[in-house]
């Protein structure tokens, strides 16, 4: 499996990015994926996911902001970023798991300027 991140850049506070991740390497889309991000000095946090069954879960600071969208036909997930606020600043990876391993995208640095 290999994830492919993209999207990311510079924005102003309030505006908006959308990041893709492709996954390829498989004939299907892989249930379990979500977007995790990491800003400087601090550890990987989980942004938005989708589990197996499929529904979505966010992390509280993105509830109402962000929405985390899939394609299965192109085997794509979405990470929508709206009202984006200097806090949301970090290199943001997208992850997939599957009967326990996980594969992580290689990520993509967003920054949000106030």
């Known amino acids: 499996v290999q994830l492919q991140a993209s999207g990311g850049g510079l924005v102003l506070a309030g505006g908006s990015l959308r990041l893709s991740c492709a996954q390829s390497?498989?004939?299907?889309?892989?249930?379990?994926m979500a977007w995790y991000r990491q800003a400087p000095g601090q550890s990987r946090e989980l942004v938005a996911g989708?589990?197996?069954?499929?529904?979505?879960n966010y992390a509280d600071a993105v509830k109402g902001r962000f929405i985390i969208s899939r394609d299965s036909a192109k085997k794509t997930v979405d990470l929508q970023m709206n009202n984006l606020r200097p806090e949301d600043t970090a290199v943001y990876y997208c992850?997939?798991?599957?009967?326990?391993?996980?594969?992580w995208g290689q990520g993509t640095l967003v920054t949000v300027s106030s």
């Open positions: 992850n997939a798991a599957l009967g326990g391993r996980s594969w």
């Open positions: 989708f589990s197996s069954v499929g529904s979505t």
């Open positions: 390497g498989t004939t299907f889309l892989i249930n379990n």
